[in-house]
């Protein structure tokens, strides 16, 4: 009688420690903050290793296509406790700053112009109905390019496309597919819920940046960000797209506040106050992979 008294007790108490242990991780916030665009200018280099080494950027994209991609291949390499990933790239957005593809543009003449650029923006290269195969090269090409570079690439995420819904047939499925024969994590199809205050005006981003963090739920949350300097280089940037165009700031202002707000001090206040778990893609998958 006693013994079944006790083994009830015990099966009793193990389950409320283990509903306080599933209670506890369910309120865990977890927070993977993410820049995109290193490499596209020069700026992003010294913004990206301040974000990474003195503020809570947690994964930095590098875009492949870029002008300065060595150099931030170089960057990555001198820091390999990074969590580095691949942009992967199909359009060059900046007034007279176009970009070409890493491959020959004759091998993927489906998404690049009569010169051998990218188009400006996704409507205008899906309006040429592009080739799966020729995006599948370049994407591929991208990926091979940065890891003969010497960079440890530990997950993929696109740029100026949702991966969610790129809007394009046969696209999302490719991506995954990319993701699943690198065995690499796609950002933003983790389960994440997203933040931003990319399109913020410049004098509101701060504190609607601070309001988001305030705000975060139990969850896992991934922040997307565009770490940048107020350098006449940024300045020049304009977007292709004219609803794209920052009216206040520019792009130089509007990416150098970003930086400002990942290296603040209330941001990291935020972070130690609410108990924010910041992660990575590396850790994120890492676990998912049963910490293999």
């Not at 990555?76 to 176009?98: D, I």
């Not at 599948?136 to 530990?154: C, M, S, Y």
């Not at 975060?216 to 940024?234: A, R, T, V």
């Amino acid at each position: 009688m006693r013994k079944e008294i006790l083994r009830k007790t015990s099966i009793f108490l193990w389950g409320i420690i283990m509903a306080f242990s599933t209670i506890t991780y369910s309120q865990e916030i977890k927070l993977i903050i993410r820049g995109d665009d290193l490499g596209m200018t020069h700026g992003t280099l010294d913004a990206f290793e301040k974000a990474f080494n003195e503020g809570v950027l947690t994964s930095g994209a590098i875009i492949v296509p870029g002008t300065w991609f060595e150099a931030a291949a170089q960057a990555c390499r001198k820091n390999p406790g990074w969590c580095t990933g691949v942009h992967l790239c199909l359009v060059g957005e900046w007034r007279g700053a176009r970009v070409r593809p890493v491959l020959p543009w004759d091998k993927v003449s489906s998404i690049v112009d009569e010169d051998g650029f990218l188009f400006t923006y996704p409507a205008e290269l899906f309006a040429r109905k592009p080739k799966l195969e020729d995006i599948e090269r370049e994407f591929r090409a991208q990926i091979d390019l940065a890891k003969k570079k010497g960079i440890n690439v530990q997950y993929l995420d696109t740029h100026y496309l949702d991966p969610n819904n790129t809007g394009y047939p046969g696209l999302n499925e490719l991506i995954k597919k990319i993701a699943s024969d690198y065995k690499l994590p796609v950002s933003g199809l983790q389960g994440e819920q997203q933040i931003s205050v990319y399109q913020v005006p410049v004098e509101q981003k701060k504190a609607e940046a601070m309001r988001l963090m305030n705000e975060l739920k139990p969850g896992l949350w991934l922040m997307i960000c565009h770490p940048g300097i107020d350098s006449p280089e940024q300045h020049a940037l304009i977007h292709s797209e004219p609803a794209a165009i920052f009216v206040n700031g520019g792009v130089g202002s509007n990416r150098a506040e970003e930086l400002k707000i990942l290296t603040s001090l209330e941001m990291k206040s935020i972070i130690l106050k609410r108990g924010i778990i910041l992660t990575n893609y590396r850790e994120l998958w890492k676990e998912k992979q049963g910490g293999r």
